[in-house]
């Protein structure tokens, strides 16, 4: 990472402290506009962006920052 990336970035060390750079693994329990679903944490429901992945009610799929990033296949 340049200094100049370091400067900008909001988290101080090479893990992000607030998602610790890990992606987790979420069901959808339903799809909503503009790109969001609603999904099952294990811990309860969140709201996160499906808008960079094709996912379908039942698919578990990978969220990392609020973001999906893919879906599980068996």
Not at 21 to 40: I, P
Not at 47 to 67: F, K, P, Y
């Amino acid at each position: 990472m340049t200094a100049a990336e370091e400067s900008a970035s909001p988290c101080p060390d090479e893990v992000c402290i607030t998602c610790s750079d890990a992606a987790a693994r979420v069901t959808v329990l339903r799809l909503l506009a503009d790109g969001l679903a609603t999904v099952d944490t294990g811990q309860g429901t969140e709201e996160v962006s499906v808008a960079l992945v094709t996912a379908q009610v039942g698919d578990t799929i990978l969220v990392h920052a609020g973001e999906a990033i893919a879906v599980v296949r068996p």
